[in-house]
C-alpha cells in the first residue's frame, strides 16, 4: 500500500480521486472507484435539484460501503443553481467529503467546516490555493494546464506548479491535470503530492455512464485532440477538438473576436450531454484532458486501480534501488 496524508485523511486504499466531472460523475462511477480503494465523486449539479442528489446518494451507498464524495462547482451563471441546497442535502445525507471548485467558495467552505467535513478545493493558481488554505480547506487539488475543463488564465503547466505548491502551502494537496496511469502518480508523489486527480481516465472505464463510441473515441485519440475555447472570453476551458470546438475558435479569432451570446448555442451544456448519451463525438462540446494521450483501454475501475498501485510500487521500489549507500572507506 502507498500511505499518504490523502489515503489517511480520507480512509481510502489508493491515492487516487475521481474527479467531480459534470454529466459522469454519476452512481455507477462514483461507486465502482471507491469500491476499487480511490475516492469517488458525485457531481453535485449533474443531478436537477438538492432532492435527485439525495437520490443518488442513496443509489450510490446501495452500490458500495467505502468512503465516496460530492463535488459542488461554483459557475459563473444569470441564474445560478441552489448551492445552499445541494450542500445541505449532501451533509444531511451523512456525506462528509466535499470537492469544491470555482469562484467565491468561502460560504460554502465555512459551511462544511461547520458540519465537520473534509474538503478538498480545486485550484489553478499557488495564490488561490493559499486563499483556499486560509479559509480552512483541509486538501488542495492543484489543477496544471494540462487539465479538461477549466485550467485558468495562467498556462503554467503541473510540474513547475507542483513544485511551487510544495514551496508554498502547508496542507496537503492532490495533483490534477494529465494523470492518468502510474508513472503519472509517482512524478506526483515526487512532486510533494499526496496523490492524484483523473478525469479524463476514469471516463474511459467500464462503469463510465458515458456512450461506448465516445469511450472509443478517447482510446483512439492522442494528446494532440484538445482544443481551447473561450480563451478571448478569459473563460478558458480544454475540450475535445470536434467540429463545434473549431466552430467556437473560429468566431473568437474573427477580427472583434465574439461575445458568449455568439457563442451560446454552439456551447449549450445540454448538447454535451446528448454526446454522451447518444454516442455522436460532433454533436457538441465535451472536455477531455491531454491524458487521452496515455489511455489505451477501457478497463474496470477495479482492474485500472490494481494496475495503477501495482505499477507504482514497482516504480517506486525500482527508484529506491538508485540510491546507493558510499563506502565509508
Not at 488554505?133 to 494546464?145: A, C, K, P, T, Y
Not at 469511450?215 to 476551458?237: G, M, P, Y
Amino acid at each position: 500500500m502507498i500511505t499518504t496524508a490523502l489515503t489517511e485523511l480520507c480512509g481510502i486504499r489508493v491515492p487516487i480521486v475521481q474527479g467531480g466531472m459534470q454529466w459522469v460523475g454519476k452512481p455507477s462511477l462514483a461507486a465502482a472507484v471507491s469500491d476499487a480503494g480511490g475516492l469517488g465523486i458525485l457531481t453535485a449539479l449533474t443531478q436537477p435539484s438538492p432532492e435527485a442528489l439525495r437520490e443518488a446518494i442513496r443509489e450510490t451507498r446501495k452500490l458500495t460501503d467505502k468512503p465516496f464524495g460530492v463535488n459542488i462547482t461554483l459557475l459563473p451563471s444569470i441564474n445560478p443553481p441552489d448551492y445552499e441546497g445541494y450542500a445541505k442535502a449532501a451533509v444531511s445525507e451523512g456525506i462528509r467529503i466535499f470537492e469544491t471548485a470555482g469562484n467565491n467558495p468561502g460560504p460554502l467552505i465555512k459551511f462544511f467546516k461547520s458540519k465537520g467535513c473534509i474538503v478538498i478545493h480545486k485550484c489553478t493558481t499557488i495564490r488561490h490555493a493559499k486563499s483556499a488554505e486560509r479559509m480552512g480547506v483541509d486538501v488542495l487539488s492543484i489543477d496544471g494546464f494540462e487539465c479538461a475543463g477549466h485550467p485558468g488564465e495562467e498556462d503554467i503547466g503541473g510540474v513547475v506548479l507542483l513544485a511551487r505548491a510544495a514551496q508554498e502551502l502547508k496542507i496537503p494537496y492532490i495533483a490534477s491535470g494529465g494523470f492518468a496511469d502510474a508513472r503519472g502518480l509517482v512524478a506526483a508523489l515526487a512532486l510533494g503530492a499526496a496523490g492524484v486527480n483523473m478525469g479524463t481516465r476514469f471516463m474511459c472505464t467500464v462503469e463510465s455512464p458515458i456512450h461506448q463510441t465516445i469511450k472509443e473515441k478517447i482510446v483512439a485519440s492522442s494528446e494532440q485532440d484538445t482544443v481551447h475555447i473561450f480563451r478571448s472570453l478569459r473563460n478558458t476551458a480544454r475540450v475535445f477538438r470536434n467540429k463545434i470546438a473549431s466552430e467556437v475558435v473560429a468566431l473568437e479569432r474573427r477580427p472583434g473576436g465574439a461575445k458568449f451570446e455568439d457563442l451560446r448555442e454552439l456551447v449549450s451544456g445540454v448538447r454535451g450531454r446528448v454526446v454522451y448519451e447518444i454516442g455522436d463525438p460532433d454533436y457538441g462540446i465535451w472536455t477531455a484532458g491531454i491524458a487521452m494521450g496515455l489511455i489505451e483501454d477501457i478497463p474496470t475501475c477495479e482492474e485500472l486501480l490494481k494496475r495503477i498501485e501495482s505499477e507504482a510500487e514497482a516504480e517506486i521500489e525500482r527508484m529506491g534501488r538508485m540510491v546507493r549507500v558510499k563506502s565509508k572507506l
